[in-house]
């Protein structure tokens, strides 16, 4: 059984930041990549950042210079540094991993979500 559990959203002014993280527990071997999706109302789940096990990061052109993704390795946690919030960015955020369990069997693992909201 793996879990991951996301905090850190939350209700913010325009131009404010917040921070998300998200924990993964469980019967874990291994996790590859972690990320960082949102669906905001009406509208399909994006993506917004991953990072790779290595440390290489990827990120929508939308947050390109104002989000940071990091993880923690030894923690199994993966975070969201969000800067510079525009009203466009409210959605609740989901946090995904590419997980191995002990079982050696590799499946995406998703986290329950967190309302980030973003007011002009």
């Known amino acids: 059984q793996v879990q991951l559990v996301e905090s850190g959203g939350g209700l913010v002014q325009a131009g404010g930041s917040l921070r998300l993280s998200c924990a993964a527990s469980g019967s874990i071997f291994s996790i590859n990549a972690m990320g960082w999706y949102r669906q905001a109302p009406g509208k399909q789940r994006e993506l917004v950042a991953t990072?790779?096990?290595?440390?290489?990061?990827n990120y929508a052109g939308s947050v390109k210079g104002r989000f940071t993704i990091s993880r923690d390795n030894a923690k199994n946690t993966v975070y969201l540094q969000m800067n510079s919030l525009k009203p466009e960015d409210t959605a609740v955020y989901y946090c995904?991993?590419?997980?191995?369990?002990?079982?050696?069997?590799?499946?995406?693992?998703w986290g329950q979500g967190t309302q980030v909201t973003a007011s002009s």
């Open positions: 990072i790779t096990s290595g440390g290489s990061t």
């Open positions: 995904a991993a590419d997980i191995t369990t002990m079982t050696l069997i590799i499946n995406r693992y």
